[in-house]
Structures are given as C-alpha cells and as structure tokens.
C-alpha cells in the first residue's frame, strides 16, 4: 500500500469535545446555568457520555452562539 492510499482510507478527525466549565467560560455563563438550560432543554446541544460525564461539540456551541444573534432595530 502506498503513502498515498493510506492517508485516504483515515477516518477524518474526531469533532472537538469541550466540558462544561470550557463551555460555560465561552459563553460568559456560569456551569449551573449550562446544567439549568440541560435540563430545560434550552441551550447548546450535549453529548451524555456515560452516568455523569456531559460534552459539548465545538460545532454545537458555534451553531447555538449563531442561532443566538439578533438584529438592531433601524433608528
């Protein structure tokens, strides 16, 4: 097999995963409001790994954060 060959048949990169406290620095919120918004399902989508441990997709938190934006009003 070649090089070439095998750099085509990788997987691609895993998504990168942030915690909670990560998540909660980038917004400017606390880590009991991310766990408020989980459990009111309102807020970035999370992965559940296992009993405790709760993750959160870069793409997740970039799609909630361009989800949050609104328009000015035109004076």
Not at 38 to 66: D, H, N
Request: cysteine-free; glycine content about 6%; overall charge positive.
């Amino acid at each position: 097999m070649t090089a070439k060959a095998s750099m085509t048949n990788r997987p691609s990169d895993p998504p990168a995963l942030l915690d909670q406290h990560q998540v909660a620095h980038l917004l400017g919120v606390s880590s009991r409001t991310l766990e408020d918004w989980r459990m009111m399902s309102q807020g970035p989508s999370f992965l559940k790994l296992g009993y405790r441990t709760v993750r959160y997709e870069l793409s997740a938190i970039e799609t909630f954060i361009k989800g949050a934006r609104r328009g000015t009003a035109a004076a």
